[in-house]
């Protein structure tokens, strides 16, 4: 895997807007506590100071502020220059806008102290002004009703800052680049670059992305014989396969950037959005091209876009799906930028995504076979110490249906085990190990688990292991073990066939051998157990194919109710009437019944083997096909050379 796009350049001390709105506020706040007295030099003083300073006529005027039981005293220029005011008068460092009152009264009693100043002023024959005023703390109550809109403006900004991608600063911490495409950048010069010699098989997608290389490296070359180059390449197969791999050996062999995202990183829960992502993307990649624009997991936008849109929320994904769709045509073959996609259900794309001029070509990746996983495991194999040199055919063959990325993971699994046991070099035994932890979880060593339910655990597996043996068509035995690891108490291991079409008989096999556990509960103890639920579900899977989508059973006859645009599954309307699908009902469930009614008259007919089997598996809790044969023979159907393909049957 090639490195995260890093940049080099260190970081600015980050300047924050935040910094400003802390000393507006402060010195708001600084303002109110003051109450601007220290822009003045207003004094408190007493009723009875004032009462004096009336009589001697020094007082201009009073406001009698009512709601806060304060009077407001203003002297006359005369009185300024008195001795007593001295005080007062003195001008202050910053100049009020408004007239500041010299002194500040807190009068008590109203009634008194308006009939005392009418008092004096009558006996002095004053004509002081009295005024009466209410006054407000304007900016408080303004702060005041400030406050919720501010709350909520803030957690609005939070939110947004989250779910733009984290608070963390950079470009996708801001609310303002929502819409920028969340890609990540492979660059050719500064990430480690992959090659084709890191992707093991896959020869036939090799060879046609080759072209593709070609295409980036030298355009001229097609483009001067008139030809047009593909704009987009569909790579297709199961999870872990090496598509993303492939697309970025791609890359590196033509020494183009490498846009890379994932279908679901378009759509975000604001409408346009997704439009908005690919639009940045294209320009991002046009600035950069010749390039490589790699989205994984398409069928997260490319889904067929539907009629029946019950919720409405799947407006934002088909308007995702429509830019894409306009930025592949808009984009000329000489903009030399091309479009990789993987998928895993390329079934369910819309078909206007892979129409000639867009994803013209697809390309399979499938899952490897013997050969190729030998070279997968060379490849990863590579920078671990193995003790011995390693038998890669064995290996290989040790793990069929393994993808790519099972591969890898085994291998390192391998190191990470034998590290642990403290030694040197990876052996063998730690790869057998690592396999077996990845097929079926890690070893419950502290599971408790009674005589009573071991022995039906063996008795269940060996159930499976007899009936398997006696059926012509079931996969051929790998081992049985009643070694609890993760979900699974136990678990029959086979090589089954890779068929690309199955008969009617093959299936009806492979279910009989899958109730061959419960039958042999069945047949032995006369009791059954919920140890069955995952063969059950397998079973009834399989029969409900056999009947809805394969139309083998003959009660229904040649029909399939199997929808390949995927449309049907936000369905709520069945596709068959309500008397098909009763009928559909009883056969799936005769079916089953058929199948475990045959599993137990077999065990019935070899009982005494399937005891010496569970026997045998009590006391050795795994046992391979050599045991098999010491107790049945040699197997009547076996087949010259078993295909390879494992699979694993559980009881929990
Ligand atoms: P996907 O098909 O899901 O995109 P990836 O390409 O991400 O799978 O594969 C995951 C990992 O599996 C890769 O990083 C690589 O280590 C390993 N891998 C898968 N296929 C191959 C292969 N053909 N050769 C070598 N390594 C592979």
């Known amino acids: 895997m090639a490195k995260e796009n890093n940049s080099n350049t260190p970081k600015k001390p980050r300047f924050s807007s935040w910094w400003i709105y802390g000393v507006v506020i402060a010195l708001i706040i600084g303002f109110q506590f003051l109450g601007g007295g220290s822009f003045s030099n207003t004094e408190k003083t007493t009723t009875s100071a004032l009462e004096e300073y009336l009589r001697n006529g020094d007082i201009e005027k009073i406001i009698v502020i009512k709601n806060i039981g304060q009077a407001k005293v203003f002297l006359t220029e005369a009185a300024l220059q008195k001795e007593v005011h001295k005080k007062v008068s003195e001008k202050p460092l910053i100049p009020a806008t408004s007239a500041v009152p010299q002194y500040i009264v807190e009068y008590g009693d109203l009634q008194i102290f308006q009939n005392e100043i009418d008092e004096i002023k009558a006996e002095n024959n004053l004509n002081t002004i009295v005024e009466f005023d209410t006054e407000s703390n304007v900016l408080g109550e303004l702060l005041l009703s400030l406050l919720p809109f501010a709350l909520i403006i803030g957690i609005w900004i939070y939110l947004m800052r989250r779910m733009s991608g984290g608070a963390g600063g950079g470009a996708g911490g801001q609310i303002f680049n929502i819409g920028k495409s969340k890609a990540k950048l492979f660059d050719e010069k500064t990430d480690t670059r992959t ?155 819309d078909k206007a995504l892979m129409r000639a001029g867009r994803f013209d070509r697809q390309i399979y990746v499938d899952l490897p076979d013997l050969r190729e996983r030998k070279e997968i495991f060379e490849v990863h194999l590579r920078p671990i110490k193995t003790a011995e040199t390693l038998d890669l055919d064995f290996l290989a063959k040790q793990t069929p249906g393994f993808s790519g990325a099972d591969i890898a993971n085994v291998c390192n699994e391998a190191a990470l085990i034998a ?215 040699k197997r009547p159907f076996e087949k010259e050379e078993p295909e390879e393909e494992e699979e694993k049957e559980t009881a929990e």
């Open 195 to 349: 090659s084709f010699k890191d992707v093991a098989g896959l020869e036939g997608a090799k060879e046609e992305v080759q072209e593709i290389v070609e295409f980036l490296k030298n355009p001229d070359k097609y483009t001067s014989l008139g030809g047009k180059i593909p704009k987009g390449a569909l790579l297709v197969g199961p999870p872990g396969t090496g598509k993303t791999l492939l697309a970025k050996a791609v890359a590196g062999e033509a020494k183009v950037p490498f846009f890379s995202l994932s279908g679901s990183d378009f759509v975000e829960m604001f409408v346009g959005v997704g439009a908005s992502r690919v639009r940045d993307l294209f320009k991002q990649a046009k600035d950069k091209s010749p390039s490589i624009i790699f989205i994984d997991e398409i069928d997260a936008i490319g889904r067929a876009r539907g009629k029946n849109n019950f919720t409405g929320s799947n407006d934002e994904r088909e308007n995702t799906l429509n830019q894409l769709l306009t930025e592949m045509d808009g984009f000329g073959t000489n903009t030399n930028v091309i479009v990789l996609a993987a998928t895993n259900r390329a079934d369910v794309l």
């Open 419 to 633: 590290a642990r046991k403290e030694k040197k070099a990876v052996t063998k035994q730690d790869f057998l190990d690592a396999v077996d932890r990845i097929v079926g979880g890690l070893e419950k060593k502290n599971k408790i688990i009674t005589p009573e339910e071991k022995k039906t655990i063996a008795y269940h597996e060996a159930g499976h292991a007899t009936v398997s043996w006696m059926l012509e068509h079931a996969a051929p035995l790998v081992k049985v073990t009643i070694v609890p690891r993760g979900q699974s108490l136990g678990a029959a291991w086979y090589l089954p066939e890779e068929r690309l079409i199955v008969r009617p008989e093959q299936m009806l096999d492979e279910m009989c051998a899958t109730m061959g556990g419960r039958a042999a509960e069945k047949v032995v103890f006369n009791k059954i157990s919920t140890g069955a639920l995952s063969d059950l579900e397998k079973v009834t899977k399989q029969a409900r194919a056999m009947v809805t989508i394969y139309g083998l059973n003959d009660e229904l006859g040649n029909i399939t109710y199997y929808d390949s645009s995927g449309q049907n599954e936000y369905g709520f309307t069945k596709p068959y009437s309500e008397e098909t699908a009763q009928k559909i009902d009883e056969e799936i469930s005769k079916i089953i019944e058929e199948q475990y009614q045959r599993a137990i008259k077999l065990l019935d007919e070899n009982k005494d083997k399937l005891k010496e089997l569970a026997d045998r598996l009590l006391e050795k809790e795994v046992i391979f096909k050599d045991d098999l044969e010491k107790i049945f023979g």
